[in-house]
Nanobody, 120 residues
Framework: QVLLVESGGGLVQAGGSLRLSCVAS????????MGWFRQAPGKDRESVAT????????FYADAVKGRFTITRDNAKNTVYLQMNSLKPEDKAVYYC?????????????WGQGTQVTVSS
C-alpha cells in the first residue's frame, strides 16, 4: 500500500520561503517519478513540479520557475519542494504525487495535502 505524507505547509508573508516535504512508503521509492501539485479554491489542480526517478530531470510550471525547486532523497524516501519568493497567488493546498508505474510520468497516488497560505 502506497502512502504519501506531506508536511511543511503554513502561513508565510509574501517574499518568504517554505519547504514542503513528502515521505513515501509502500514501494521502492527510487524507481518512481514524484511530483508536486496544488489546488487553489475554485480552481483546478495544477502541476507545480516533477522530478524523475533518479533526480536527474526536473520540470516546473511557468508560474514557479526560478522560485521553486524540487529535489529528492532516495535514501530517505522523501521528495522536497523548496518555495522561495512566495506570492499571494501561490496560496493553495499542495499535494505530493507518485508515478503509477516504474519510471512512468502518469501519477497514480496522492498525499492528503498541506495548506500553504501567503499573506500580502
Amino acid at each position: 500500500q502506497v502512502l504519501l505524507v506531506e508536511s511543511g505547509g503554513g502561513l508565510v508573508q509574501a517574499g518568504g520561503s517554505l519547504r514542503l516535504s513528502c515521505v513515501a512508503s509502500g514501494r521502492a521509492f527510487s524507481r518512481y517519478v514524484m511530483g508536486w501539485f496544488r489546488q487553489a479554491p475554485g480552481k483546478d489542480r495544477e502541476s507545480v513540479a516533477t522530478i524523475s526517478w533518479s533526480g536527474s530531470s526536473t520540470f516546473y510550471a511557468d508560474a514557479v520557475k526560478g522560485r521553486f525547486t524540487i529535489t529528492r532523497d532516495n535514501a530517505k524516501n522523501t521528495v522536497y519542494l523548496q518555495m522561495n519568493s512566495l506570492k499571494p497567488e501561490d496560496k493553495a493546498v499542495y499535494y505530493c504525487a507518485q508515478g503509477r508505474t516504474r519510471y512512468g510520468y502518469d501519477y497514480g497516488y496522492w498525499g492528503q495535502g498541506t495548506q500553504v497560505t501567503v499573506s500580502s
